[in-house]
């Protein structure tokens, strides 16, 4: 499994059902013991109860994690499962740390990717649209590359588009135009320009074979 995502792919996750119990219930949220991760004994100034708190209905919130039977007919001390099923999402932003990040928990994550609901476009006014997973980690999600724009090129590639304007590939949907105009999207066929360098004919063709039919917004899911 590749952990080298990108913003624009569409992932499908999953994460087989393991058994815990529930440690304490609101009208809004089931506390259940984590069966994946352990608490960090050297995290400095943050300190974590080994405990993973699950909406219920009432608290209209979106977590890919769910409980088997439901939240809502949970009570403190029952025995349920935990997992993912199947759920379909598309990489908002990939963020990287270098050293790993201290969160309390154990293993520490080196990268989070950000993700949206399926059909979910980003709302910069909401600030927590977005869901973080650690492709890494100890929880035992299973990830699944189910659809990558673009994916003939590189992030930093340059190209050229049907109209001549010259563009930077940053992500499915970042595009930096260098000549100033911040409107349009590359019309294509697309022609590389540079990657790394000069590129090969082999990667120029492979592009320009991409591009020859469709449009930039025939990529998107």
Known sequence: MSHDYRPGDVLLL??????????GVTRYHVSVRCPWLEVDPQAENISWNGQRA????????WEIFRTEPAEASLKPGDTCLVGISATVV????VHR??????TG????????????????THDPDLEDQGYTIDPAGGEAIRIELFFRPYAFLELGDEVADRNGRAWR?????????????????????????????????????????????GSHASLRP
Not at 15 to 20: S, W
Not at 54 to 61: F, G, V
Not at 90 to 93: G, I, L, N, R, T
């Open 14 to 23: 999953k994460c087989p059902f393991a058994e815990t119990a529930v440690t």
């Open 54 to 61: 699950l909406p219920t209905p009432a608290a209209l919130e």
């Open 90 to 93: 598309h990489v908002q932003a």
């Open 97 to 102: 740390f270098d050293p790993p990040l201290v």
């Open 105 to 120: 928990m154990l293993p520490r994550p080196a990268s989070y990717v950000e993700v949206l609901r399926q059909g979910e």
């Open 169 to 213: 590939f940053d992500a499915a949907w970042d595009w930096y135009p260098f000549d100033g105009e911040q409107s349009g999207t590359p019309a294509w066929p697309l022609t590389l320009l540079f990657r790394h360098g000069e590129p090969t004919p082999k990667e120029a063709e492979a592009v320009a074979r991409a591009t020859a039919v």
